[in-house]
Structures are given as structure tokens and as C-alpha cells.
């Protein structure tokens, strides 16, 4: 029985051995699991990192060129502004030269009008005079025809 007990016993440390193998085969698969699944988790991670840190840079790359062409309407605007300023400027200057044209010739005008005032003044004191010999014509004729008929009979 000694024997029996001893490969009883002997049996028993084998699946004993077995049971303790068995425990650290599964401690090792479940932490080779976890590190597998920590090794897919940090890979995911590093895959949602690279994925992350390219949007980023998309993103800024994108942000900058919004800036860029934000800056070069900004700079387009201003060329615009200045071509439009220069525009206007030669406009008035053309404006300025003619009104300067017509302001010579307004003086023109009036030195004219002052020099034929005078002659206005002796065209009116003809005309006036003009005016008064002919009333003086009319009277002298009508003396004339009025002394024509009182003279007639003796005549």
C-alpha cells in the first residue's frame, strides 16, 4: 500500500505540478494577451497618433494658406485702392487744367465785357442822340410841310 500511496502521492504532485503549470502557462498567455492587446492598443494608439499629428499639420498647413490668401486679397485690395486713387488723381488733375482753361477764358470774358461796356455806353448815347435827331428831323419836318401849306398861296 505504500507503494499505492506513493504513486498516490506521486500522482497527486504530478497534478498538483500540472495544476501549478497549467496556472503559469495561463498567467503567461492572459499577461502575453494583455501584452498583445497593450501591444495593439499602443499600436492603435501610435496609428491614431501619426493619424492625429497629419491632421494636425493638414490642418495648420491649410489654416496657413487661408492666412496667405487672406493677406494676399488684403494686398490685392490695396493695389486695387492705389490704382484706383491714381486713376482719380490724373482725373482731377485733367479736371483742374480745364477748369483752370475756363477760368482764363471767364476773365477773357469779362475784360472783353468791361472794354465793350464803354462801348455799350457810346453805342446808347448814339442811339439816344440817333433818337433825339429824329425827333428833331420829324419836328423840322413837320414845320416845313406846315410852313409848305402856309407859304403855298404865295407861291
Do not use: C, W
Amino acid at each position: 500500500m505504500n507503494e499505492q500511496s506513493e504513486g498516490t502521492k506521486n500522482i497527486q504532485q504530478d497534478s498538483q505540478e500540472d495544476d501549478q503549470l497549467e496556472k503559469k502557462r495561463s498567467t503567461y498567455r492572459e499577461r502575453s494577451n494583455s501584452a498583445v492587446k497593450s501591444a495593439q492598443i499602443t499600436s492603435e494608439n501610435q496609428s491614431h497618433t501619426k493619424n492625429l499629428e497629419e491632421l494636425t499639420e493638414e490642418m495648420f498647413s491649410d489654416f496657413i494658406q487661408l492666412l496667405q490668401g487672406e493677406m494676399q486679397a488684403g494686398f490685392n485690395e490695396l493695389d486695387l485702392l492705389q490704382q484706383m486713387n491714381g486713376a482719380i488723381s490724373k482725373k482731377y488733375e485733367n479736371l483742374n487744367g480745364r477748369v483752370d482753361i475756363v477760368h482764363s477764358n471767364l476773365q477773357k470774358m469779362m475784360k472783353l465785357y468791361e472794354n465793350l461796356q464803354n462801348n455799350f455806353q457810346e453805342v446808347d448815347a448814339i442811339d439816344q442822340s440817333v433818337s433825339e435827331l429824329a425827333n428833331v428831323v420829324n419836328y423840322l419836318d413837320h414845320y416845313t410841310k406846315q410852313l409848305e401849306l402856309q407859304l403855298k398861296p404865295y407861291l
